[in-house]
């Protein structure tokens, strides 16, 4: 099994910048695809950003196109989401998902493992 723990949620001003870290103690994500969801109070997820296994393709919904940068780093096994521009419809769980095989980018299950989610919080 892949364990993802998800890192540097916090509570910030509109405007503000964060930056999430996905890490997989352990199990090396170089061959996987990693993507990041989010999901509001009374909200389905939703897809926010993915990257290929080689880092090559990345995709993004269109709400955060341009504000969010999504990365990743096979030496230290990381994915990373760089979030600038927050606002408050930001405001999130966000989660770091693994697939092991061809995905969709925005659908849930091309996934095969996910984190436990880091709350974002961005205040007006």
């Known amino acids: 099994q892949v364990q993802l723990v998800e890192s540097g949620g916090g509570l910030v001003q509109a405007g503000d910048s964060l930056r999430l870290s996905c890490a997989a103690p352990?199990?090396?994500?170089?061959?996987?695809?990693m993507g990041w969801f989010r999901q509001a109070p009374g909200k389905e997820r939703e897809f926010v950003a993915v990257?290929?296994?080689?880092?090559?393709?990345?995709y993004y919904a269109d709400s955060v196109k341009g504000r969010f940068t999504i990365s990743r780093d096979n030496a230290k096994n990381t994915v990373s989401l760089q979030m600038n521009s927050l606002k408050s419809e930001d405001s999130a769980v966000y989660y770091c998902?693994?697939?092991?095989?061809?995905?969709?980018?925005?659908?849930?299950?091309?996934?095969?493992?996910w984190g436990q989610g880091t709350q974002v919080t961005v205040s007006s």
């Open positions: 998902a693994a697939a092991y095989s061809s995905v969709t980018p925005s659908r849930r299950d091309s996934y095969d493992y």
């Open positions: 352990g199990r090396a994500l170089s061959t996987y695809a």
């Open positions: 990257i290929s296994w080689s880092g090559m393709s990345k």
